[in-house]
């Protein structure tokens, strides 16, 4: 007993001694990191809203007491001949699915340090900072802000995120391919909302939509793809409407307030997951398993060839690896522009509200198509399917493509290789001096070009022999993939159901 003691007396001092120690270091490490994220957004002028910091707890407790879920949540027990009880418990695991708990840390150092490294080192990033000031700056006090986007892949989250993060910090909507952990945990930390597409049952909806029309009506900027899913062809897909219906609905009890949306174009030189993407399409069975772990392996195996790309001519590093990621960003759209009755169409009945709802989300997804960049892939493609087939007549084709894009508004991504290019035209403009537009349009052309069919031919999907450019049969609908990236949409919400 005397033995137990002694050990006592020395074990437990040891222990009280180390946790108090590990307290002070975590809690120095803590206020040095917040400390230097302060400075970070100090310097870089980032504002966010109070309301990202509000306590999940608060959230969550709020809607649980929220009198209309309480209604449904009656209705729907009686519904399924169950309990109120069991239909909140319910509720309450969705609740802890969709509320965030966002985190300074999480978002921009672990998140945005992580995240910036693997898009630097895959892409080169084209990010229109000017357009998202000018949209920013459009958008009234107290609006509700939302930036609506395409959906080519699942890096659309990241590229987004990356290149707005020293302007905005962006709420997303998250599908099921984030359930998952340690996903789900790290983008609630990133102030992201996971939600169930597939989910069938309506209070799920309900839920969903008075969470988002709580933190929207507070001030915090979101956003969402309108597509709601990855296009499998290259084309725009019909755009959803359900979480347009859910943001509108603020209206219904806020009838005097704004909402602003500004659309967003995302495009690449190649998207990660464009094979099985396009092997979906052809009516094959989705990837499994073993098709996603090949994808990935493959990936692994060109992070050296990636890493090597680094190094040599400047113009050409990006193309080293998988090219341009490029984000560009359209004027602010407040939703009276296109619905001038909207706080009245937030009260219509369901079938009522959704088809406006339906012509709105079709608005919305032309002004995204319209603000989508031309990669040189992107451009590349449409020459090939246009059906030329030698190195001369893709770059007159490129040419006149990039002049048809121009001449409409359309943004070409352009980074590092055009600087000589970007040079030249802004010199002329500063001295007042004359510059021979067909030599430089036709040195756009040449190198977007070169750029495209040296990502094309290491990815092995054409081949250029005796100066022309070929494309083997099972090729054609990858390269047709990109080319559709810059069409109109073609699919409307309007023509059938949505949501």
Sequence with gaps: MGAALRIAVIVLPTIVVWELIRWFAWRKLRERWQRSIGEWMRRHDVHLEHFRFIDRVWVRQTLLQDPDLDRAAADRAHDLGETVGQVRARMEQWLDEIVPVFNLFSYYKLGGGVATTAVR???????????????????????????????????????????????????????????????????????????????????????????????????????????????????????????????????????EREIVFIPVGINFDRVLEDRNLVRETADAPPPRALDKARSFFGMLRAAPRMLLGLFGPAWLAAHRRYGYASVQFGAAIPVRSLMPDAAEVARLPRKARFARMARLADQLLDAVAAVVPATPVSLVCRALVAGEADVPGVRRHVREEIAELRGAGRRIAAGRAFASIRRARKNAADTHAELDDHIVDAEEAERVVDLALSLLRRRRLVTTREGRVLVAERDWPLVRYYARSLDAPKLRAADGPGG
């Design 121 to 255: 080192l895959v892409y080169e990033l084209v990010f229109d900072r000017d357009g998202l000031d000018a949209a920013r700056r459009a958008v009234p006090a107290g609006a509700v802000t939302v930036y609506v986007a395409n959906h080519r892949s699942n890096a659309d989250y990241v590229v987004l995120s990356v290149g707005a993060m020293k302007q905005v910090a962006l709420s997303y909507a998250v599908g099921e391919w984030a359930r998952v952990w340690p996903l789900d945990a790290l983008f609630r930390s990133f102030g992201s909302y996971l939600i169930r597409r597939g989910e069938r049952d309506p209070l799920y909806h309900r839920v969903l939509s008075r969470y988002l029309q709580l933190v929207a009506g507070r001030g915090l900027t979101t956003a969402f793809f309108l597509e709601g899913a990855l296009s499998r062809d290259g084309g725009f897909r019909v755009p959803k409407i359900g979480l347009l219906d859910y943001v509108v609905g603020v209206l219904e009890a806020d009838p």
